[in-house]
């Protein structure tokens, strides 16, 4: 059984989660990490990372395989186990997808969250740390976004769902009393990325001989941040609960609720991302311009002072140095010799 050092991660097959789950562990904490490897990408991967986690940290990382919108299944995996924080990374994720299979959101961002929550309160866990995303600004035209911005216009299902899970948190920091920290992820790359991300995507294609889709013709703006970075700033977040001292936090609650943007706070254009790719991959992009895809924004752009101000959160990775240290770790994994 783990002692209250343990941290519990859902979504801990899932890029972030994985990545979170090697840093906590690495500092000498033990996890216990639960994921439903759903196949919403391929499973393989998400295996993959389960597989370094268990080969290198054999002692203290646990995984169960278990539904968390499935209440009663997420007990039954949870019984007997102690831990003494949470960081509730699963989700569905992807804006595209919420057109295509919204109950699959509805499922795992609204019910999962209230179960998660419910875990909280039941263990009455010291600190819950949430995935929220900077979906949930819609089309604010306000660059760049801060966390006392208008977030009540999303354009996507999947942004109103990470919304709605803000919101519910924000009751139970009030009825319960509950320390909850909102992370507001600005848009997440690096090795064991995701494949329905635009960097995998791309890589692939290039890689292949193919054309890349370059939305909205290529005028698109993105706060890349490099999955190290993120990473830093969770645990930073995760080591300082907010206080129950009703004194107002970030995004404005004065209950035990805050609410960071998480991000590099520098916005690349899509077009420098897709020459720094080329660079990395010795390949030229053949480019296959379109239009703007429904659900989705022109520009992302994290005011992160907040963050910085509370945990210390300085970003420190360009795209110039992360990129080509996600394009040799995709090189590797696909076993892609070198041009």
Not at 266 to 271: A, H, N, S
């Amino acid at each position: 059984m783990a002692d209250d050092n343990t941290v519990l991660i859902t979504g801990a097959a899932g890029f972030i989660g994985a990545a979170l789950a090697k840093a906590l562990m690495d500092r000498g904490q033990p996890v216990l990490g639960i994921d439903n490897l759903n196949d919403y990408y391929p499973v393989a991967l998400k295996q993959a990372r389960l597989a370094t986690l268990r080969d290198e940290f054999a002692d203290r990382f646990a995984f169960e395989q278990v539904d968390f919108s499935d209440h009663a299944a997420l007990e039954k995996a949870l019984s007997g186990r102690d831990f003494g924080a949470i960081v509730h990374l699963g989700a569905q994720a992807g804006v595209r997808y919420s057109l295509e299979n919204p109950r699959a959101y509805v499922a795992s961002n609204l019910a999962g969250h209230v179960n998660m929550l419910e875990v909280a309160r039941a263990r009455q866990v010291p600190h819950m740390v949430y995935a929220s995303s900077s979906s949930v600004y819609g089309g604010n035209e306000k660059l760049p976004f801060t966390v006392e911005d208008r977030a009540d216009h999303p354009v996507s299902l999947y942004a109103a769902t990470k919304r709605a899970d803000e919101l519910m948190s924000e009751t139970y920091a009030h009825l319960f009393r509950i320390p909850l920290t909102g992370l507001r992820f600005f848009t997440v790359y690096g090795p064991w990325g995701r494949p329905d991300m635009a960097m995998w995507k791309f890589a692939e294609r290039m890689f292949d001989g193919r054309p890349i889709d370059v939305y909205n013709n290529g005028v698109m703006k993105r706060d890349f941040t490099y999955i190290d970075d993120i990473v830093s700033g969770v645990i930073g977040c995760l080591d300082r609960p907010p206080a129950d001292d009703g004194r107002p936090k970030a995004g404005g609650s004065v209950k035990p609720h805050a609410l960071y943007n998480i991000g590099n706070n520098k916005p690349e254009q899509l077009m420098r991302l897709i020459e720094v790719l080329e660079d990395a991959c010795g390949v030229k992009a053949i480019r296959n311009m379109m239009p703007m895809q429904p659900g989705d924004v022109t520009a992302t752009y994290a005011d992160i002072d907040a963050l910085t101000r509370d945990t210390g959160y300085r970003p420190t990775t360009p795209i110039e140095t992360g990129v080509p240290r996600f394009i040799d770790w995709y090189r590797a994994y696909h076993r892609i010799q070198a041009r």
